[in-house]
């Protein structure tokens, strides 16, 4: 290589390193407000959160260091463990029978008309943009012991009324109704956009077979949705064990603290106990387990790409 070839080749490298760092510059300045914002209301308040968990501190004294006294007082709580539990029961009565839902759903919305098609996507998307709070206060009316609508669809048949938000067999499944009534627009959505991005070659093909619904659904639509299933596994399992509202409002966490689902045995703990650091302890335990299921579902289900 000549002196004149090297010296052009170091007038490209210094060029291409200027115009790097000017588009690095660029990128930050542009990312700094939000890095602010996130610094200042997440990053920031989870490492103060995680000091106050080891303090013996309240909003009437300074912290006092307890060490683990927090995190075992939290973990020796028969209530905290069974809260837990109950939210791993909450998740299964929810988020299954969300995820089959949407997908026969997203089905019928694939295999009609584009019109109707389209009045179905508004009316499932409808629940999602209801507020929580609105939608437990339907519910309690129609769960209503005297006048509610579905004892009085049950008493049709003979049955007779029952307490399903005052009884403990029943409440939290009375809870876990309006749970997937309400993740069940944006869950069907989302599996409505899978679906279309589906080469059409792959079902042709299989047609051409003979192959029928079922080994479409089961040999190529599946399949190809496995990396939305395991978006929507994670987020369902996240946002049903952390079920908040509903219980407030419907049941308050009753009847006998069978709808006590964990956040809400947090906020409990809070507004009633004088020593925050043990609320804060619970909620950096119960993020704990949110990871490891979440880790876990990550580990054992693949999550490669079919399609490049």
Do not use: C
């Amino acid at each position: 290589m000549t002196i004149a070839e090297r010296g052009v080749r170091r007038q490209q490298r210094q060029r291409h390193d200027r115009y790097r760092y000017r588009d690095t510059k660029l990128a930050l300045l542009m990312l700094a407000p939000v890095l602010i914002l996130l610094g200042i209301f997440v990053i920031w308040p989870a490492f103060y959160a995680g000091f106050l968990s080891f303090q013996d501190w309240s909003f009437y004294k300074e912290p006092v260091f307890v060490g683990f006294k927090n995190f075992t007082d939290v973990l020796s709580d028969p209530l905290f463990i069974a809260t837990i539990g109950r939210g791993f029961v909450f998740v299964l009565m929810t988020v299954p029978p969300m995820l089959v839902l949407a997908y026969l759903f997203s089905s019928l919305v694939v295999a009609v008309s584009r019109r109707f098609a389209s009045i179905l996507k508004v009316s499932i998307y409808i629940p999602t943009i209801i507020s929580g709070v609105i939608t437990s206060i339907i519910f309690v009316l129609i769960y209503d012991y005297s006048g509610g609508l579905l004892n009085a669809f049950l008493g049709t048949f003979g049955i007779d009324p029952i307490a399903w938000i005052g009884d403990p067999a029943w409440a939290l499944l009375a809870i876990a109704i309006p749970a997937v009534w309400l993740g069940m627009g944006l869950t069907s959505l989302i599996m409505v956009a899978a679906m279309v991005d589906i080469p059409t070659e792959y079902y042709e093909a299989a047609a051409m077979e003979g192959a029928g619904w079922w080994q479409k659904t089961f040999y190529i639509t599946i399949p190809q949705m496995k990396n939305v299933f395991l978006y929507l596994l994670v987020t369902g399992f996240v946002a049903a064990i952390q079920q908040f509202e509903l219980p407030l409002v419907m049941t308050g966490g009753g009847p006998l603290d069978s709808t006590t689902l964990p956040n809400l045995f947090i906020f409990n703990h809070f507004r009633n106990d004088i020593n925050v650091g043990y609320s804060i302890a619970a909620a950096l335990l119960l993020f704990v387990v949110l990871g490891s299921v979440s880790a876990l579902v990550f580990k054992f289900v693949n999550s490669e790409r079919l399609v490049d």
